[in-house]
């Protein structure tokens, strides 16, 4: 458990935002997710997510995963600049709320990667993407360094305030992140792209989740 949750809480800083340019687009994306590297155990990689979904509504955005016991919403709005989490664990949930201040003070944690933007581009899922390489020191100085693929047709009107990736002027497609408490990397890829309309009501919170932090969830759970 106290292994999910540190996974939760970094992927929530990742995953909250991607907005960038104003172009308006709902609907839903769906990606693949797939793991590599020692530090995920066999019963941990049993409990990860295979999928992640992204539904989108102009400049907000709602992923959602399901890592074994618990099922994971991180929801950003890159008008408001503010981010919730809602999780699910066993039939217990719980809404945690992010300031644009919370998420800035959250993201100097994390290593700040370079990205170098390329003239390479391909199709994905039917739309044009191009590509970004992205290097990162971490904590050992150590370098790691991936490649990403992003659309600029799918993207909202405010910098990406949230994201580790704000130098990419675009939704990313294809990108990997690593977790170095982990020694592990996940890596992400599109599997289907559908244009629909899109309820406001998944933005919020639900009646039946109970408002609390990210502190006090750690220490309901036993974590530190």
């Not at 990742?14 to 769906?30: A, D, E, H, P, R």
């Amino acid at each position: 458990m106290k292994q999910l949750l540190l996974f939760i809480s970094l992927v929530f800083i990742v995953n909250i935002s991607y907005s960038q340019k104003s172009k308006s687009f709902q609907g839903t994306l769906t990606y693949n997710v797939v793991y590599n590297g020692e530090g995920i155990s066999s019963e941990m990689r049993a409990q990860l997510p295979t999928t992640s979904v992204a539904t989108i509504k102009d400049c907000k955005i709602r992923n959602e995963m399901v890592l074994g016991p618990m099922t994971q919403i991180t929801i950003s709005d890159g008008t408001a600049k503010t981010g919730l989490l809602l999780l699910n664990v066993m039939g217990s949930k719980y809404a945690i709320k992010m300031s644009a201040a919370q998420i800035a003070e959250q993201m100097m944690e994390l290593p700040s990667p370079k990205v170098k933007l390329t003239d390479v581009s391909k199709q994905i899922s039917g739309y044009k993407c191009k590509q970004a390489i992205i290097s990162t020191t971490q904590e050992d100085n150590s370098v790691t360094t991936d490649t990403a693929y992003y659309c600029e047709d799918i993207v909202c009107e405010s910098i990406n305030f949230s994201s580790q990736y704000k130098e990419i002027p675009g939704m990313l497609f294809e990108y990997s992140e690593f977790n170095p408490q982990l020694n592990a990397t996940s890596v992400y890829t599109i599997k289907e792209i559908k244009k629909e309309k899109i309820s406001d009501d998944l933005f919020l919170i639900p009646a039946d989740y109970k408002e609390t932090t990210m502190d006090e969830l750690k220490t309901m759970f036993g974590g530190q």
